[in-house]
C-alpha cells in the first residue's frame, strides 16, 4: 500500500521561541511524505521572521506558513483543514514535537486499517518523554478500535496522538461564533463519533510534550470569555452521552460554572433542556468531588 501523504498542521500564537523544537524533529524524520502547513493566529513576536528564510530554502518537505487575524485554535484549524494537501491531517502544537519515527509509525498504522468499521483516522500516544506516557492507555493489545466518545470504556483518556483522514475533517468544521475566541475541540471529535466513525488507538508514543494533564477548572478563564462555545459543548455531551449520568452531570456542571454570574439556574436548564434540580444537583456534585470528576 502506497503511503498517503500527510499534512502536519500546526497552529502557532506567539511560541517563537519553541516552535524551533518542532521544526528540528520533523527534519529528524526517517520518513517524509508530509508537508509542514503552520497557520499562525496573529502572532506579535517573530513567528513569521523565523519561518520567512525557511520558506525561500530548499527542505526535504514542503513548508506553508500563514498568518491570520487572531481568531482562536479552533478558526485556524478551520483554514488549515482548507489549505491542506494530505490525505491524513496531523494536529500538532507549536510548543510539542514528535519522535523521530512518528511519520514512519503513522505509515505503518494506517496499512493495518481494513473495512471493519467506518474509520476517522488512527491515534498514538503522547509522552512527556519518549518512554513515560501522557495520560491513560490500554495495554491488553497493540490496539483497540474505539469512537472518540468510548475512550472511558477502553481506558484511553488524556491527550492522545490523533491523525484524522482529511476528507472526513472537513464535513465536520469547527462552530465560528462571532465575539469568541475559544471552542472546545471535543465538540468536533464527539460530532465524529456520533456519526460512527472510530479511531485505531496504537499503544506507542509518536508526540513529546511538556504538559501535566490539568483538572476541571483549568480553562474556567476561557469558560466565561466564550459561553456560547462552552453551551455548544455542554449540549453536544448531553447528546453524545445519553445514558452516562457521570458525563451528563458533568457537562450541565461545567456549563452552569462558567455562566454562573451571568444568568440564571432557570435560564441555564432551558438553554440545556433539562430539569432546574438537575442544574443544582450537578452544580453541587460539581463542587464537592471536582476531584472525583477530573479523573
Known sequence: MKNLYITIFTPTYNRRQLIERLYQSLLSQTQKNFEWLVVDDGSTDDTENFFEPLLSEQKPFPIRYIKQKNGGKHRAINNGVKKASGELFFIVDS????????????NQWMTTLDGSHKWAGIAGLRGQTKNRVLGQ?????????????ERRKYNLLGDKAEVYFTDVLKKYPFPEISGENFISEEIVWNAIARDGYCLRWFNEIIY??????????????KDQNNPQGRLLWAKGQLETFPNSWRDRFLAIGIYRHSVRNAESLRQTANKLDVSLFLVIFASMLLSLYSHIFSN
Open 137 to 149: 492507555y490500554n495495554s491488553s493489545s497493540k490496539y483497540i478500535d474505539a469512537k472518540n466518545s
Open 95 to 106: 510548543d510539542d514535537y514528535l519522535t523521530e519515527n512518528a511519520i514512519e509509525k503513522i
Open 208 to 221: 513529546i510534550c511538556d504538559y501535566l494533564d490539568g483538572g476541571l477548572t483549568k480553562d474556567n478563564s
